[in-house]
């Protein structure tokens, strides 16, 4: 069994001499996570400005629903999506499952009811402040909520960078839907949960620290945007 000092050393090793393997799955991790971010914000942040303004029956009602899903067990996500896209599913032709496309279905549904939330939050104390005026100047809801969406850009990139690192973290729903299949569906959540288990732990520990990396720049460029955004 290697010691923590023996699993660093060669962690940072495999990172130095840039493994194939290693950024191989560094590529796919970004890529299936950006993608659900970048849908989930482009379904949910004009969804959640729209919920703020414009009133309709059962909107209190939804936006607990939405805002409850924030917890959503990521496991029951990937049990649902795994149930539609299998063979006997509704979207079994296509052929989905344990395919990259499934895990981004898959972290869709959790990112989009991130996004959704916070943008109604950032939509709803800005129509506070100046929906009168807005309406006063004539601009329709639909056109007041892109007026929205455009003042609240600070709060909208924080709404992002949130459902982004969900989405780079996460590991439950992924290994269900896409199986974890060596240089295919297998991103960094899911090889260390695989690699520790197998006692690897110096790729586990080199993708843990590549992780944690991401995580910190991700956060870093979230206060910076937000700054820079506020400043303007």
Same mark, same amino acid.
């Given at each position: 069994?290697?010691?923590? $000092? ?23 991790? #970004?890529?299936?996570? &950006? *993608? ?14 729209? +919920? ?8 209190? $009602? ?5 805002? +409850? ?31 990259? *496309? ?7 549904? &959790? ?5 959704? +939330? ?15 005026? &807005? ?12 007026? &929205? ?12 960078? *949130?459902?982004? $690192? ?20 297998? =991103?960094?959540? =899911?090889?260390?949960? #695989? ?26 460029? +979230? ?10």
């Amino acid at each position: 069994m290697e010691t923590f $000092g023996q699993a660093f050393a060669a962690a940072v090793a495999l990172i130095a001499g840039g493994d194939p393997e290693l950024f191989e799955i560094i590529a796919l991790s #970004l890529q299936v996570s &950006l *993608t659900a971010a970048l849908i989930g914000f482009a379904i949910g942040a004009p969804l959640g400005a729209m +919920a703020a303004i414009v009133p309709f029956p059962g909107r209190k $009602g939804v936006l607990v629903i939405v805002n +409850a899903l924030l917890g959503l067990p990521p496991v029951v996500v990937g049990l649902i999506v795994y149930l539609l896209v299998s063979r006997a599913g509704p979207l079994g032709p296509l052929g989905l499952l344990f395919t990259p *496309t499934a895990m981004i279905i898959a972290q869709v549904i &959790l990112t989009t009811p991130i996004t959704m +939330a916070l943008a109604h939050r950032v939509a709803e104390a800005l129509w506070t402040d100046y929906g009168d005026a &807005l309406i006063v100047d004539g601009a329709s809801r639909l056109r007041a909520a892109a007026a &929205l969406i455009a003042m609240g850009r600070a709060g909208l990139v924080t709404a992002f960078m *949130t459902a982004f $690192g969900r989405a780079i973290a996460e590991v439950g729903a992924i290994i269900i839907v896409g199986g974890n299949i060596r240089g295919y569906t297998r =991103t960094m959540t =899911t090889a260390i949960a #695989l690699e520790t288990s197998k006692g690897e732990l110096a790729l586990a520990l080199g993708l843990g620290l590549i992780l944690i990396a991401l995580t910190l720049i991700v956060s870093a460029a +979230a206060f910076v945007l937000n700054r820079s955004v506020s400043a303007r």
